[in-house]
């Protein structure tokens, strides 16, 4: 290859990530603008129309999962939460604080999580543990894909809780709320960047069709699982890692001209990057067994130099989300891109 030709592949590659880039940016622009629209937060749009070489776009919302000191635990984060916590005077029962929990928690949309404390300073999640309670830590999620809450909420939950507070005759301490909306505003500015959804499709040959049953047995024999409309892949804890919807036809309709799109959330699976290989795998595979040829948003063939260039923006994106301790797949992660 001489280097003009080497000049031009990667002009290309390079092409491929700024239409990426921009589409997803500009999707994820129309969502806050639709969420602003019907209240700043939780309405965002989820129809995915961007249309780019591998169409890589905004899904649709940031909500809830989490962790602390485990990662498994559904307990507030600072990361995540703005976080108020309160020492009670004396130990009061759990049942108490399960008579005043719930109300709040719905007063904010069940984006409020609460941890009491153990004798040995452990935290664990309230409502998974009976014992009397002594301290309570309670946290509030900054951060959707709607945006950053605002912060006459933040005023009022804060009120709440010192509420609470005084009805349990304790003593609260709460995050500072100036440096808690800064970092929830960064956070949003790095998620705005990372939630995107990478999707591949198959297309028939011109003036052909797929038999929605045929398609239904190579996505079986591809290892894939049939969930309602449309079929998924799942880890060993049943999570789901990417999927293949038949361009909104069920599964038994007959001929489908239309493509069939697979589907991968990035920020949501774990090994992001193996997952998109193995994504591109089936849809190769699939595009073989069924005649048809793996696909662009406009119908243009996906190249390999295309596909590597997918590849290493998920790369980025992977470790621009761990620089904020972040893991894609991990239960915080999965709060933020539910």
């Known amino acids: 290859m001489t280097e003009f030709q080497l000049g031009l592949a990667a002009i290309g590659a390079l092409a491929v990530v700024g239409v990426i880039v921009y589409n997803a940016v500009q999707e994820r622009g129309v969502q806050r603008r639709l969420a602003e629209e019907s209240r700043g937060r939780g309405n965002p749009m989820t129809e995915d129309t961007t249309p780019d070489a591998a169409r890589v776009a905004a899904r649709g919302e940031r909500r809830e999962g989490q962790r602390t000191t485990n990662d498994e635990k559904d307990l507030p984060d600072a990361r995540l939460d703005y976080l108020i916590d309160l020492a009670i005077e004396s130990p009061i029962p759990a049942k ?198 793996l696909v662009d948003e406009n119908s243009v063939m996906l190249d390999e130099r295309g596909l590597v260039a997918i590849g290493a923006e998920i790369e980025r994106i992977v470790a621009d989300l761990g620089s904020r301790g972040i893991t894609t797949g991990s239960l915080l992660a999965r709060r933020l891109f539910a």
């Open 96 to 293: 108490l604080l399960q008579e005043k929990i719930p109300a709040i928690q719905r007063r904010f949309a069940n984006g409020v999580r609460v941890a009491v404390a153990d004798a040995q300073g452990i935290w664990h999640r309230f409502s998974a543990i009976g014992m009397d309670c002594v301290r309570v830590r309670v946290g509030l999620q900054l951060v959707t894909r709607a945006g950053v809450a605002n912060e006459a909420e933040l005023i009022e939950f804060r009120s709440e809780i010192e509420n609470l507070a005084a009805e349990l005759h304790a003593t609260t301490s709460a995050t500072d709320l100036r440096g808690a909306m800064e970092s929830a505003e960064a956070l949003d500015r790095l998620c705005d960047d990372a939630d995107i959804q990478i999707a591949l499709h198959v297309n028939p040959v011109p003036g052909a069709a797929f038999d929605a049953d045929r398609v239904a047995a190579e996505a079986v024999a591809a290892g894939l699982l049939a969930v309602g409309k449309r079929f998924e892949s799942h880890d060993s804890d049943g999570q789901m890692l990417f999927a293949v919807e038949f361009a909104g036809y069920p599964a038994g309709a007959g001929d489908i001209s239309a493509s069939l799109t697979l589907l991968l959330d990035v920020p949501r699976v774990k090994d992001a990057h193996r997952i998109y290989e193995s994504m591109v795998r089936v849809a190769r595979q699939l595009g073989a067994a069924l005649g048809g040829t």
